[in-house]
């Protein structure tokens, strides 16, 4: 399977962003698929997770209450709605499928198929 992310850009501070996660090659049905972002000099840090079964929502703890992660398994779309940004978001964000056994897991290690990265750019 691979995955594209779409749907970055350039927001002012308080602003809102949808990012999206396309999925092709195969379902993602199955599959729990997450968010990281990262910024130069740095590691992958967690943004949200969100399991396909009984779509259990995991949130990094900077996103929660921001951030929403929603899935259209029919679609092989899972979205990551970004609301009241702060400079502090600015990052490339990427989408990526969890390894299956890792339950629960924000190390970005347990997860293997990643998409490209988008940036993401918030102003102050």
């Known amino acids: 399977v691979q995955l594209v992310e779409s749907g970055g850009g350039l927001v002012q501070a308080g602003g809102s962003l949808t990012l999206s996660c396309k999925a092709s090659?195969?379902?993602?049905?199955?599959?729990?698929i997450g968010w990281f972002r990262q910024t130069p000099g740095n590691e992958r840090e967690f943004v949200a997770s969100?399991?396909?079964?009984?779509?259990?929502?995991y949130y990094g703890h900077s996103m929660k209450g921001r951030f929403t992660i929603s899935r259209d398994n029919d679609k092989n779309l899972v979205q990551l709605q970004m609301n009241d940004l702060k400079p502090e978001d600015t990052a490339v964000y990427y989408c990526?499928?969890?390894?299956?056994?890792?339950?629960?897991?924000?190390?970005?290690?347990?997860?293997?198929?990643w998409g490209q990265g988008i940036q993401v750019t918030v102003s102050s």
């Open positions: 090659g195969g379902t993602i049905r199955e599959d729990t």
């Open positions: 969100m399991t396909s079964k009984y779509d259990l929502k």
């Open positions: 990526t499928r969890r390894l299956p056994g890792k339950y629960g897991s924000l190390r970005a290690e347990d997860y293997d198929v």
